[in-house]
Protein backbone atom coordinates (compact mmCIF):
# COMPACT_ATOMS: atom_id res chain seq x y z
CA UNK A 1 0.00 0.00 0.00
CA UNK A 2 1.28 3.47 -0.58
CA UNK A 3 2.47 6.00 1.93
CA UNK A 4 -0.42 7.88 3.37
CA UNK A 5 1.28 11.86 4.33
CA UNK A 6 -0.34 13.75 7.15
CA UNK A 7 0.40 17.62 7.73
CA UNK A 8 -0.25 18.38 11.14
CA UNK A 9 -0.54 21.76 12.06
CA UNK A 10 -0.49 22.74 16.11
CA UNK A 11 -2.83 25.32 17.53
CA UNK A 12 -0.86 28.53 19.41
CA UNK A 13 -2.66 32.02 18.74
CA UNK A 14 -1.08 34.44 16.69
CA UNK A 15 2.09 32.47 17.18
CA UNK A 16 0.26 30.63 13.96
CA UNK A 17 2.10 32.58 12.16
CA UNK A 18 5.17 30.88 12.50
CA UNK A 19 3.56 27.63 10.76
CA UNK A 20 2.07 29.83 8.17
CA UNK A 21 5.66 31.58 6.94
CA UNK A 22 7.37 27.53 7.21
CA UNK A 23 4.69 26.64 4.46
CA UNK A 24 4.90 29.20 2.33
CA UNK A 25 8.84 29.32 2.80
CA UNK A 26 8.44 25.71 1.55
CA UNK A 27 5.77 26.67 -1.41
CA UNK A 28 8.08 29.68 -2.87
CA UNK A 29 10.24 26.26 -3.63
CA UNK A 30 7.85 23.55 -4.96
CA UNK A 31 5.90 23.84 -8.31
CA UNK A 32 3.20 22.63 -7.05
CA UNK A 33 0.70 23.50 -4.42
CA UNK A 34 1.70 21.32 -1.62
CA UNK A 35 -1.62 20.50 -0.07
CA UNK A 36 -1.59 18.45 -3.43
CA UNK A 37 0.91 16.05 -1.39
CA UNK A 38 -0.73 15.48 1.45
CA UNK A 39 -3.38 12.91 1.77
CA UNK A 40 -4.85 14.66 4.94
CA UNK A 41 -4.14 17.87 6.94
CA UNK A 42 -4.88 18.40 10.34
CA UNK A 43 -5.37 21.39 12.47
CA UNK A 44 -6.32 22.76 16.03
CA UNK A 45 -7.07 26.13 16.54
CA UNK A 46 -5.20 28.61 14.28
CA UNK A 47 -3.91 25.75 13.01
CA UNK A 48 -7.49 24.75 12.07
CA UNK A 49 -7.47 28.05 10.21
CA UNK A 50 -4.05 27.29 8.36
CA UNK A 51 -5.33 23.10 7.67
CA UNK A 52 -8.89 24.40 6.24
CA UNK A 53 -7.18 27.54 4.04
CA UNK A 54 -4.59 25.10 2.32
CA UNK A 55 -7.47 22.34 1.48
CA UNK A 56 -9.64 25.04 -0.20
CA UNK A 57 -6.80 25.77 -2.23
CA UNK A 58 -5.77 29.44 -0.42
CA UNK A 59 -2.33 30.10 -1.40
CA UNK A 60 0.52 30.05 1.54
CA UNK A 61 1.13 33.60 0.86
CA UNK A 62 -2.48 35.16 1.47
CA UNK A 63 -2.90 32.85 5.05
CA UNK A 64 0.38 34.13 5.93
CA UNK A 65 -0.66 37.88 5.16
CA UNK A 66 -3.90 37.13 7.27
CA UNK A 67 -1.72 36.88 10.42
CA UNK A 68 0.35 40.06 9.59
CA UNK A 69 -1.87 41.97 8.69
CA UNK A 70 -4.93 41.03 10.69
CA UNK A 71 -3.72 39.70 13.76
CA UNK A 72 -4.09 43.12 15.54
CA UNK A 73 -8.11 43.39 14.11
CA UNK A 74 -8.52 40.10 16.05
CA UNK A 75 -6.98 40.61 18.84
CA UNK A 76 -8.19 44.58 19.49
CA UNK A 77 -7.99 45.20 23.44
CA UNK A 78 -11.62 45.17 25.68
CA UNK A 79 -11.58 48.02 27.83
CA UNK A 80 -10.09 47.22 31.17
CA UNK A 81 -8.66 44.45 29.64
CA UNK A 82 -5.33 44.76 31.17
CA UNK A 83 -7.18 44.55 34.78
CA UNK A 84 -9.12 41.52 33.43
CA UNK A 85 -6.79 39.30 32.21
CA UNK A 86 -9.33 36.83 31.11
CA UNK A 87 -9.65 35.96 34.68
CA UNK A 88 -13.32 37.40 35.38
CA UNK A 89 -14.40 37.07 31.12
CA UNK A 90 -12.74 36.92 28.03
CA UNK A 91 -9.60 39.14 27.18
CA UNK A 92 -11.63 39.81 23.45
CA UNK A 93 -14.42 39.70 21.23
CA UNK A 94 -15.01 37.09 18.99
CA UNK A 95 -16.70 39.03 16.92
CA UNK A 96 -13.27 40.65 14.88
CA UNK A 97 -12.30 36.69 14.66
CA UNK A 98 -15.31 35.86 12.90
CA UNK A 99 -15.48 38.36 10.68
CA UNK A 100 -12.11 37.68 9.27
CA UNK A 101 -13.04 34.14 8.84
CA UNK A 102 -15.82 34.79 7.14
CA UNK A 103 -13.77 37.06 4.73
CA UNK A 104 -11.42 34.63 4.37
CA UNK A 105 -13.48 31.55 3.61
CA UNK A 106 -17.00 32.99 2.19
CA UNK A 107 -19.64 30.41 1.75
CA UNK A 108 -17.69 27.42 1.44
CA UNK A 109 -18.82 24.29 3.27
CA UNK A 110 -16.30 21.31 4.47
CA UNK A 111 -17.36 19.16 1.64
CA UNK A 112 -15.61 21.84 -0.68
CA UNK A 113 -12.10 20.96 0.76
CA UNK A 114 -9.79 18.62 -2.00
CA UNK A 115 -7.69 17.55 0.67
CA UNK A 116 -9.20 15.29 3.73
CA UNK A 117 -9.23 17.29 6.86
CA UNK A 118 -9.51 16.56 10.65
CA UNK A 119 -10.38 19.62 12.61
CA UNK A 120 -10.22 19.50 16.50
CA UNK A 121 -12.98 21.19 18.98
CA UNK A 122 -14.26 20.45 22.58
CA UNK A 123 -18.42 20.79 22.99
CA UNK A 124 -18.43 22.70 26.18
CA UNK A 125 -22.14 22.04 26.92
CA UNK A 126 -21.80 17.74 27.04
CA UNK A 127 -17.71 18.01 27.64
CA UNK A 128 -17.29 16.14 24.69
CA UNK A 129 -14.16 15.97 22.51
CA UNK A 130 -15.22 16.32 18.90
CA UNK A 131 -13.82 16.03 15.63
CA UNK A 132 -14.99 17.71 12.53
CA UNK A 133 -13.79 15.63 9.25
CA UNK A 134 -14.38 15.45 5.65
CA UNK A 135 -16.78 12.72 3.77
CA UNK A 136 -14.01 10.26 3.43
CA UNK A 137 -15.86 7.45 4.92
CA UNK A 138 -19.63 6.83 4.15
CA UNK A 139 -20.27 6.95 8.12
CA UNK A 140 -19.31 10.41 8.49
CA UNK A 141 -22.84 12.48 7.70
CA UNK A 142 -22.44 15.68 9.34
CA UNK A 143 -19.71 17.82 9.25
CA UNK A 144 -19.26 18.18 5.45
CA UNK A 145 -22.75 20.62 5.52
CA UNK A 146 -20.97 22.88 7.98
CA UNK A 147 -19.75 26.30 6.95
CA UNK A 148 -15.60 26.46 7.03
CA UNK A 149 -15.74 29.61 9.00
CA UNK A 150 -17.62 27.91 11.62
CA UNK A 151 -15.71 24.78 12.49
CA UNK A 152 -12.56 27.06 12.56
CA UNK A 153 -14.04 29.30 14.90
CA UNK A 154 -15.14 26.54 16.96
CA UNK A 155 -11.76 25.13 17.52
CA UNK A 156 -10.00 29.31 17.91
CA UNK A 157 -12.25 30.08 20.82
CA UNK A 158 -9.15 29.43 23.22
CA UNK A 159 -10.63 29.71 26.74
CA UNK A 160 -9.53 33.22 28.71
CA UNK A 161 -8.73 34.49 25.37
CA UNK A 162 -11.92 34.16 23.69
CA UNK A 163 -15.51 33.48 24.15
CA UNK A 164 -16.59 29.60 23.38
CA UNK A 165 -17.97 29.68 19.90
CA UNK A 166 -21.96 29.23 19.93
CA UNK A 167 -23.87 28.00 16.42
CA UNK A 168 -27.22 28.72 15.57
CA UNK A 169 -28.86 25.56 17.63
CA UNK A 170 -27.61 27.03 21.21
CA UNK A 171 -24.31 24.50 21.19
CA UNK A 172 -21.14 25.91 22.39
CA UNK A 173 -17.23 24.95 21.45
CA UNK A 174 -13.88 25.68 22.51
CA UNK A 175 -10.41 25.49 21.53
CA UNK A 176 -9.36 21.98 20.57
CA UNK A 177 -6.03 23.08 21.69
CA UNK A 178 -7.10 22.20 25.27
CA UNK A 179 -6.96 18.09 24.37
CA UNK A 180 -5.52 18.36 20.74
CA UNK A 181 -3.22 21.19 20.44
CA UNK A 182 -0.89 19.19 18.85
CA UNK A 183 -3.44 17.01 16.29
CA UNK A 184 -0.61 14.45 14.86
CA UNK A 185 -1.98 11.38 17.03
CA UNK A 186 -5.84 12.53 15.48
CA UNK A 187 -4.60 12.55 11.67
CA UNK A 188 -2.51 8.93 12.85
CA UNK A 189 -5.42 7.78 14.44
CA UNK A 190 -7.65 8.69 11.67
CA UNK A 191 -5.54 7.28 8.96
CA UNK A 192 -5.38 3.86 11.00
CA UNK A 193 -9.22 3.60 10.65
CA UNK A 194 -9.35 4.78 6.61
CA UNK A 195 -7.20 1.46 6.63
CA UNK A 196 -3.51 2.48 6.92
CA UNK A 197 -0.99 0.82 9.03
CA UNK A 198 1.70 2.47 10.93
CA UNK A 199 5.01 1.56 8.02
CA UNK A 200 2.44 3.31 5.59
CA UNK A 201 1.82 6.22 7.64
CA UNK A 202 4.02 9.59 7.23
CA UNK A 203 3.71 12.88 9.22
CA UNK A 204 4.94 16.30 8.77
CA UNK A 205 4.19 18.31 12.04
CA UNK A 206 4.80 21.89 12.68
CA UNK A 207 4.29 23.60 15.52
CA UNK A 208 3.89 27.48 16.88
CA UNK A 209 7.08 27.66 18.91
CA UNK A 210 7.33 26.64 22.70
CA UNK A 211 8.69 28.42 25.56
CA UNK A 212 10.96 27.69 28.43
CA UNK A 213 8.52 27.91 31.29
CA UNK A 214 10.73 29.18 34.60
CA UNK A 215 9.84 31.13 38.08
CA UNK A 216 11.52 30.70 41.06
CA UNK A 217 10.00 27.72 42.88
CA UNK A 218 8.59 28.79 45.84
CA UNK A 219 6.85 30.95 43.46
CA UNK A 220 5.60 28.39 41.40
CA UNK A 221 4.35 26.20 44.33
CA UNK A 222 2.05 28.57 45.91
CA UNK A 223 0.39 30.04 42.54
CA UNK A 224 -3.35 29.71 42.34
CA UNK A 225 -5.81 30.84 39.43
CA UNK A 226 -5.17 34.42 39.36
CA UNK A 227 -1.50 33.79 39.31
CA UNK A 228 -1.25 31.46 36.47
CA UNK A 229 -3.84 34.01 34.62
CA UNK A 230 -3.44 33.24 30.41
CA UNK A 231 -0.32 31.56 30.93
CA UNK A 232 -2.09 28.00 32.13
CA UNK A 233 -3.90 28.07 29.05
CA UNK A 234 -0.41 28.70 27.46
CA UNK A 235 1.12 25.47 29.45
CA UNK A 236 -1.77 23.17 29.26
CA UNK A 237 -1.52 23.62 24.98
CA UNK A 238 2.37 23.56 25.30
CA UNK A 239 3.01 19.97 27.52
CA UNK A 240 -0.01 18.37 25.34
CA UNK A 241 1.80 19.14 22.00
CA UNK A 242 5.04 17.88 23.62
CA UNK A 243 3.32 14.94 24.72
CA UNK A 244 2.07 13.76 21.60
CA UNK A 245 5.55 14.82 19.55
CA UNK A 246 6.85 12.07 22.15
CA UNK A 247 4.18 9.39 21.03
CA UNK A 248 3.98 10.19 17.64
CA UNK A 249 7.57 9.67 17.54
CA UNK A 250 7.53 6.11 19.41
CA UNK A 251 4.86 4.74 16.75
CA UNK A 252 6.39 5.86 13.38
CA UNK A 253 8.95 4.30 11.80
CA UNK A 254 12.19 6.04 11.67
CA UNK A 255 12.40 8.58 8.79
CA UNK A 256 8.72 8.78 8.36
CA UNK A 257 8.12 11.81 11.20
CA UNK A 258 9.27 15.13 11.09
CA UNK A 259 8.73 17.90 13.49
CA UNK A 260 9.32 21.67 13.01
CA UNK A 261 9.42 23.89 15.70
CA UNK A 262 10.91 25.95 17.70
CA UNK A 263 12.69 27.56 21.42
CA UNK A 264 11.49 30.51 22.02
CA UNK A 265 13.19 32.70 23.87
CA UNK A 266 12.86 33.65 27.65
CA UNK A 267 10.58 36.15 28.39
CA UNK A 268 12.22 38.01 31.50
CA UNK A 269 10.81 37.31 34.87
CA UNK A 270 9.14 40.30 35.35
CA UNK A 271 6.92 39.75 32.39
CA UNK A 272 5.94 36.01 33.06
CA UNK A 273 5.43 34.40 29.64
CA UNK A 274 3.86 37.44 27.73
CA UNK A 275 6.79 37.63 25.47
CA UNK A 276 5.61 35.00 22.28
CA UNK A 277 2.20 34.87 24.27
CA UNK A 278 -0.74 33.50 22.07
CA UNK A 279 -1.94 37.56 21.90
CA UNK A 280 1.52 39.09 21.50
CA UNK A 281 1.26 40.26 17.98
CA UNK A 282 4.37 42.04 18.57
CA UNK A 283 6.14 38.98 18.15
CA UNK A 284 5.05 38.17 14.50
CA UNK A 285 8.03 39.40 12.73
CA UNK A 286 10.39 37.58 14.99
CA UNK A 287 8.42 34.71 14.71
CA UNK A 288 8.91 34.92 10.47
CA UNK A 289 12.57 34.87 11.15
CA UNK A 290 12.04 31.73 13.48
CA UNK A 291 10.04 30.24 10.62
CA UNK A 292 12.35 31.07 7.78
CA UNK A 293 15.54 29.83 9.37
CA UNK A 294 14.13 26.39 10.71
CA UNK A 295 12.52 25.66 6.95
CA UNK A 296 15.93 26.37 5.38
CA UNK A 297 17.18 23.95 7.59
CA UNK A 298 14.37 21.62 7.12
CA UNK A 299 13.51 21.33 3.60
CA UNK A 300 15.65 18.92 1.73
CA UNK A 301 13.88 16.92 4.05
CA UNK A 302 10.74 18.39 3.69
CA UNK A 303 10.96 17.48 -0.10
CA UNK A 304 12.83 14.18 0.31
CA UNK A 305 10.05 12.32 1.84
CA UNK A 306 6.97 14.20 1.50
CA UNK A 307 7.06 16.30 -1.51
CA UNK A 308 8.55 13.73 -4.49
CA UNK A 309 5.09 12.37 -5.07
CA UNK A 310 1.63 14.16 -5.71
CA UNK A 311 -1.32 12.14 -3.98
CA UNK A 312 -4.33 11.06 -5.81
CA UNK A 313 -7.18 13.48 -5.94
CA UNK A 314 -9.88 13.58 -3.14
CA UNK A 315 -13.36 13.30 -3.97
CA UNK A 316 -16.06 13.33 -0.85
CA UNK A 317 -18.07 10.62 -1.01
CA UNK A 318 -21.28 11.69 -2.32
CA UNK A 319 -24.66 11.62 -0.39
CA UNK A 320 -27.08 8.81 -1.48
CA UNK A 321 -30.94 9.73 -1.17
CA UNK A 322 -31.95 7.82 1.85
CA UNK A 323 -28.98 10.23 3.97
CA UNK A 324 -30.12 13.27 5.60
CA UNK A 325 -27.53 15.25 7.55
CA UNK A 326 -29.08 16.22 11.06
Known sequence: MPSFKILSI?????????????????????????????DLIVGTSTGAIIALALALGISTSEILNLYKNRSTSIFRKKSLSYINQGIIMPKYSNAYLLNELKDLFKEAIINDCNVRVCIPTIDIVNGKTIVRKTRHLEEYQHDFVLPVWQVAAESSAAPIYLPAFEDENSCQYIDGGLWANNPAMVGVAEALKIGHSLEDIKVLSIGTGFKPFFKDGWKTKWLGLIGYR???????????????????????????????????????????????????TGSINTLIGFANNEAKENISKIQKVFLQTKVSAFTPIPLIKSEVPI
Do not use: C, M
Open 10 to 38: DGGGVRGVYPAAVLDYVQQRQPEPIQEYF
Open 230 to 280: TTLVDITFQTQSQGVHNTVTYLLKDGNYLRIDKILPKAKKWKFFSKFGLDD
